[in-house]
């Protein structure tokens, strides 16, 4: 598969590729205002080194349907790390930014960080679904079942969830928001307003998800070749000063800029991964 297939977020997405598979699927007209798409990841590492896949998250609410039970997943606001080994898939639900509040009785930000069995959220049927999911291996029938699931609990429209999820996906695309003052102003609300709505419905603040975002642009151009300059990327995408970015990157990614550039342009599956620390 392409590795551009998996995503914005997904680091050192050539490697990554070579190791497993991704589908995406949309969601039925009657959850497309709560979900983004889902995702139907498999991987064989047989006989191979186990996969550490490594992915700086993304502003969304995951239900992720593995081994051996059902989870939701809050905005990870560090890396997020995954270990495969063995063989196996998952099957995952990508909630719109705000998306999954309304499915709740409580603000999302206590879910930021936290791997929460789905069955505290979503009711007992959670795991029944998840047992089914990890016995089948055909795409449409796994996306059909978990669908019917949602469904089966859909919630009331919430009308501030959509227009949180616009905000989000307007700072994500936007290449001229800097400041969360920037932010607000363009949304016609105050930077407190800002910010309880983004505890109550995203699970990070806003300066997080515009950091985020810089953060996503820059590994996807470290992903594009060596020939990156930092100082010229670091402008464009609003840094003070290149130092500043550099540290912005390496505390999220855990190498510097220029240390990640030439690890990620190494494909070599039949390796043990390096950690890159």
């Known amino acids: 598969m392409s590795s551009s297939d998996l995503g914005r977020g997904v680091l050192h997405p050539r490697r990554s590729a070579a190791v497993v598979s991704m589908s995406r699927h949309e969601p039925t007209v009657g959850l497309a205002r709560f979900v983004e798409f889902y995702w139907l990841v498999r991987w064989d590492r047989r006989g191979r080194p186990a996969h550490e896949q490594k992915v700086l998250a993304h502003p969304n609410i995951y239900l992720v349907f593995e081994a051996p039970r059902a989870h939701v997943y809050g905005v990870d606001r560090s890396l997020f790390v995954r270990r495969l080994e063995g063989a196996g898939h998952v099957l995952g639900v990508k909630f719109r930014p ?5 499915f709740t009785d409580r603000p999302v930000a206590e879910l930021a960080d936290r791997v929460v069995p ?6 007992a049927t959670a795991d029944t679904v998840n047992q089914a999911v990890l016995r089948s291996s055909d795409a449409s029938t796994l996306v059909t079942r978990v669908e019917s699931f949602l469904l089966a609990r859909l919630p009331e429209p919430d009308p501030v969830a959509e227009q949180v999820a616009a905000m989000v996906e307007h700072i994500t695309a936007a290449t001229d928001l800097r400041t969360v003052d920037q932010v607000a102003e363009r949304f016609g609300v105050t930077v407190r307003r800002l910010q309880r709505l983004f505890h109550e419905y995203v699970g990070a603040g806003p300066k997080w998800v515009l ?7 820059a590994t996807r151009r470290a992903d594009h070749g060596t020939d990156v300059s930092w100082a010229t990327l670091a402008d464009e995408l609003g840094y003070a000063d290149q130092a500043h970015f550099t540290r912005d990157f390496t505390a999220a990614v855990g190498i510097s800029p220029a240390r990640y550039t030439g690890r990620g342009l190494r494909l070599d599956p039949a390796r043990p991964d390096d950690s890159g620390r």
Request: aromatic share 6%; glycine share 16%; net charge positive.
């Open 98 to 102: 705000g998306g999954f509040r309304p």
């Open 118 to 123: 789905a069955t505290a959220i979503l009711g």
């Open 211 to 217: 950091r985020r975002a810089r953060l996503h642009e």
